[in-house]
């Protein structure tokens, strides 16, 4: 291929008598052939001011756009320093790509941002990132609040609200990540059992495992894990479709047919996860007391009976609604981030990924600091 | 006669049981620009994308700057990619990378030139193909429609590239800004000595850049030639496409 054989780009210099500077090109000053000539002129353009050079350029072969824009640079950065060039020898073809690209060429800008500048940077960046953070949280306090408003209207008009869309949005928000919750479940009821198992054995208070699990289990665990659970299968999704559908431009399609967005994804999607998580905990709740029951007989050989017998005893239904109902609230809290952060998506690939991570991760903080706020009010309403 | 860039020749293309070409053969000269015409579907973009490789013909054999493109080795390829730019119809901009960082991508990766000398080079494209200065540290999210395209362009020609594939290069330009990319196309030509195949269906810029033009239909070439040459073809896929109102209304006004 031609850009193998190519000539390597070579300069010769020369100083005569009368102190002319007789630069002697040689070569393809093409693209892959330049990097010695580029080193050469480097060197060269620091060191001469105030000279006059002679640039011969009539042995040089094929030139291309990069070629010529290694001559115009040189050019200009010598002219720059107070020397006196005169060009000699140049082709027509090269005078004539020196004419076209001459006027494109980009200016002397090589100026990097002065020392203030950069000294500032982390200041700017702070300031950038407060007032980025403040917009965030009033498009998402708006967000908060038209939605409640179409929910308003959604209840003044019943016949409005998308039944088929909610118990679409079950199945899949629901049905089908019980398998995954039952085997989260199932687990963290295996972990606190063995945990619990080992520290009671030396007390002999073997029975007392039955108060942990219960209790545990219930009050907190249950609902803390299928939200996390549901916050990374569900919430996820919610904002790769919308995203998906705003780069689409499906929202504005919607918005222009009349069909408010809000109406058609976002109420649907956030009454299908208040319903589906409450019931979704409820069945955490039973995977965990059972596996805990299993280990228990296993590991500290408590017979299902007595496991059961005690269990009736310790664990008041209060305990199991507290759990059940943070249910809606978590769910909440996945689904409006979820969708928000979908309609936030901008129209580049990456927006997706970078939303999306967003919108786990502001879930899973919003459904940890909520589990905190009511173990704080419960604790101190003494439930 | 000129060197053939670019030989196609008996190629047959089936996606399943659905035929795109039977047996398309053509032939791209060195220096022209070349178009490759056909109503939707007719295959023009599947063709140029095996003359790219990105697709492989079920059968037949395409020469790209004297390669085979069926029996290339892998060096070879690499070799082949390095000499031609290719724009694509939505532009294909990275868009994790500002406009600056996707015109030097090729520059970057595959020459040692030093880094000011890659960044000049990148001003220079991006000034040539008429983007206004800022636009460099812009990302392709933050530009409309025409500037990706000539983003686009400008990345196409980092390499100073022997072959240029554009597809529909002016397709969502308005028409100042259509002429304004032929011109340049055509500039282009002159000064880097461009061979240039274009997918296109703009009738403007058929009769403007376009020195010569294939017409696809039917599963096969049904017209190669000027456009004196194509439109004297009786083929009544031709007639369609040309006689059209939009087509007739064209040529008397600029014909």
Redesign the interface.
């Known amino acids: 291929?031609e850009?193998?054989r190519s000539q390597k780009a070579r300069i010769r210099q020369f100083k005569s008598t009368d102190g002319v500077i007789t630069l002697t090109s040689f070569g393809d000053w093409?693209?892959?052939a330049?990097?010695d000539a580029?080193?050469m002129l480097?060197q060269f353009s620091g060191t001469s001011r105030n000279v006059s050079i002679q640039w011969d350029v009539s042995d040089i072969g094929s030139v291309?756009?990069?070629g010529m824009?290694?001559f115009i640079?040189y050019y200009d950065v010598l002219k720059s320093n107070k020397c006196s060039i005169k060009v000699i020898g140049a082709k027509i073809e090269h005078k004539?790509?020196y004419g076209?690209?001459r006027k494109?060429?980009?200016g002397n800008?090589?100026v990097g941002p002065a020392f203030s500048s950069r000294f500032l940077k982390p200041l700017r960046n702070t300031g950038k990132n407060s007032v980025a953070f403040v917009l965030d949280m009033t498009a998402f306090l708006a967000f908060i609040g038209e939605n409640f408003v179409n929910l308003l209207y959604s209840l003044l008009h019943p016949r409005s609200i998308r039944f088929g869309a909610i118990v679409k949005n079950i199945e899949e928000a629901g049905v089908r990540a019980i398998p995954i919750v039952a085997l989260t479940s199932f687990l963290i009821g295996v972990v606190i059992t063995y945990q619990g198992a080992v520290q009671l054995e030396k007390f002999g208070a073997n029975i007392f495992i039955v108060d942990m699990i219960a209790l545990s289990v219930t009050r907190e665990l249950a609902p803390l894990i299928t939200a996390i659970v549901v916050a990374g299968r569900t919430g996820s999704s919610y904002t790769a479709q919308i995203g998906v559908m705003k780069i689409t431009e499906e929202i504005d399609a919607m918005r222009t047919m009349g069909f408010d967005p809000h109406r058609f994804l976002v109420l649907p999607r956030i009454i299908a996860l208040m319903i589906v998580l409450t019931l979704m905990i409820f069945f955490a709740d039973i995977i965990g007391i059972v596996a805990g029951m299993f280990i228990s007989h296993v590991h500290l050989h408590l017979s299902y009976a007595e496991f059961l017998h005690r269990l009736q005893t310790v664990l008041e239904v209060k305990h199991v609604w507290i759990g059940i109902c943070k249910g809606p609230f978590f769910a909440w809290l996945i689904a409006i981030v979820g969708c928000f952060r979908g309609f936030q998506v901008?129209?580049?690939?990456?927006?997706i990924g970078h939303y999306t991570t967003i919108s786990v991760v502001n879930a899973i903080f919003l459904v940890i600091a909520c589990d905190a706020l009511f173990s704080v009010l419960f604790t101190e309403l003494g439930i | 006669m000129s060197k053939i860039v670019i030989t196609v020749s008996d190629v047959v293309t089936r996606f399943g049981k659905n035929v795109v070409h039977d047996g398309v053969s053509l032939n791209v000269r060195q220096g022209e620009i070349y178009g490759l015409l056909g109503g939707s579907g007719s295959g023009k973009s599947t063709l140029m994308k095996e003359m790219i490789m990105l697709l492989r013909p079920q059968s037949g054999e395409i020469r790209v700057l004297g390669q085979n493109l069926l029996t290339i080795t892998r060096a070879d390829a690499t070799m082949l990619r390095r000499q031609w730019g290719v724009l694509f119809q939505g532009g294909a901009l990275y868009s994790s990378l500002t406009v600056e960082e996707n015109v030097g991508i090729k520059l970057k990766e595959y020459t040692d030139l030093p880094l000011k000398l890659i960044q000049d080079i990148v001003r220079l494209k991006i000034n040539m193909v008429g983007l206004p200065e800022h636009a460099a540290d812009l990302y392709p999210a933050e530009l409309s429609g025409g500037m990706v395209k000539r983003a686009s362009l400008a990345r196409a020609l980092a390499m100073d590239p022997k072959l240029l594939f554009l597809d529909e290069p002016t397709s969502g330009l308005d028409p100042s800004g259509a002429e304004a990319f032929d011109n340049l196309i055509l500039k282009l030509r002159e000064v880097l000595g461009l061979t240039v195949l274009m997918v296109t269906h703009d009738l403007d810029s058929i009769q403007t850049v376009v020195d010569r033009f294939a017409v696809l239909g039917e599963k096969k070439v049904i017209g190669e030639g000027t456009l004196n040459e194509v439109t004297q073809n009786p083929h009544p896929v031709i007639k369609k496409f040309f006689g059209g109102k939009r087509g007739l209304k064209r040529s008397r006004n600029g014909g």
């Open positions: 291929m850009s193998i093409t693209i892959d330049l990097r580029a080193g480097e291309d756009s990069a824009m290694l640079h004539k790509m076209l690209l494109y060429a980009p800008s090589g901008s129209k580049s690939t990456d927006s």
